[in-house]
């Protein structure tokens, strides 16, 4: 709270509690993680072009591939808070269970392909 600037009265007119904090965050987080797939697809498309090398189409690929994981890096306190929470405390393990399960309709629906290149699918 003290990066907020914002005093603790102050810092619930906006949240309810600890859980909605944490339930924004990863809201937050889904949407970057949804935009951040676009681009990275969108990227990939543009690089299926027949008259690319194969050589510069690995240099694409592996350039966005790490810019991804850089993207990840920089939020990883926030998905340590997120699981070692889900493992302590029901209320945040619901809070990840949505996490979760928001990502994996966006992925069904987009039509990306899941494990061993076939279509993902949610049971």
Same mark, same amino acid.
């Not at 970057?32 to 027949?50: G, H, M, V, W």
């Given at each position: 709270?003290?990066?907020?600037? @914002?005093?603790?009265?102050?810092?619930?007119?906006?949240?309810?509690? $600890? +859980?909605? %904090?944490?339930?924004?965050?990863?809201?937050?987080? =889904?949407?970057? @993680? &949804?935009? #951040?797939? !676009?681009? +990275?697809?969108?990227?990939? @498309?543009?690089?299926? #072009?027949?008259?690319?090398?194969?050589?510069?189409?690995?240099? *694409?690929?592996?350039?966005?591939? =790490?810019? %991804?994981?850089?993207?990840?890096?920089?939020?990883?306190?926030? /998905?340590?808070? @997120?699981?070692?929470?889900?493992?302590? #405390?029901?209320?945040? !393990?619901? $809070? /990840?269970?949505?996490? *979760?399960?928001? $990502?994996?309709?966006?992925?069904?629906?987009?039509? &990306?392909?899941?494990?061993?290149?076939?279509?993902?699918?949610? #049971?």
């Amino acid at each position: 709270m003290a990066r907020t600037g @914002l005093r603790r009265p102050s810092f619930y007119q906006y949240f309810d509690d $600890i +859980y909605d %904090v944490l339930a924004k965050l990863a809201q937050r987080h =889904v949407k970057a @993680l &949804f935009k #951040d797939t !676009e681009q +990275y697809a969108d990227r990939l @498309l543009n690089i299926s #072009d027949p008259d690319m090398r194969r050589e510069e189409s690995e240099a *694409i690929r592996r350039a966005e591939l =790490v810019r %991804v994981c850089k993207t990840h890096r920089k939020d990883q306190h926030f /998905y340590r808070l @997120l699981f070692r929470g889900a493992a302590l #405390d029901p209320a945040a !393990e619901r $809070i /990840y269970r949505n996490y *979760i399960r928001s $990502i994996a309709e966006h992925t069904a629906r987009e039509g &990306f392909p899941g494990p061993g290149g076939h279509p993902f699918t949610i #049971d």
